[in-house]
């Protein structure tokens, strides 16, 4: 059963930094893509940074160059650094496993929508950024 459990929301001015985890389980990472996207009450989800199964990541140009993944497969931990926090950046971070198609740097460069029989969630972690 696959579990995605994100943890290291919370409260900062802008300029600030936070550190997402997402703690995942009940799959191979080496078989399925990783991400992270996020959703502000009344718009849809959208796409924040892609980690493919051979490592090579991707970005949503408002992330761009703020934002890192990676991940630690020892932990079986995923990560979202998050610098140069702006106020748009307020929202609900969801963590994502995906075995495609779509491909998940697809939804999150290009807004494809995810298939719901190959995308598991997270619950969501509430990041606010003050200005």
């Known amino acids: 059963q696959v579990q995605l459990v994100e943890s290291g929301g919370g409260s900062v001015p802008a300029g600030g930094s936070l550190r997402l985890s997402c703690a995942y389980s009940?799959?191979?990472?080496?078989?399925?893509?990783m991400g992270w996207f996020r959703q502000v009450p009344g718009k849809g989800r959208e796409g924040v940074a892609a980690m493919d199964v051979d490592g090579s990541t991707r970005y949503a140009d408002a992330v761009k160059g703020r934002f890192t993944i990676s991940k630690d497969n020892a932990k079986n931990t995923l990560y979202l650094q998050m610098n140069s926090l702006k106020s748009e950046d307020t929202a609900i971070y969801y963590c994502?496993?995906?075995?495609?198609?779509?491909?998940?740097?697809?939804?999150?460069?290009?807004?494809?929508?995810?298939?719901?029989?190959?995308?598991?969630w997270g619950q969501g972690t509430q990041v606010t950024v003050s200005s």
């Open positions: 994502v496993s995906d075995s495609g198609p779509p491909m998940l740097w697809a939804a999150v460069v290009l807004g494809y929508t995810l298939n719901p029989d190959f995308a598991y």
């Open positions: 009940g799959f191979t990472t080496g078989s399925v893509a």
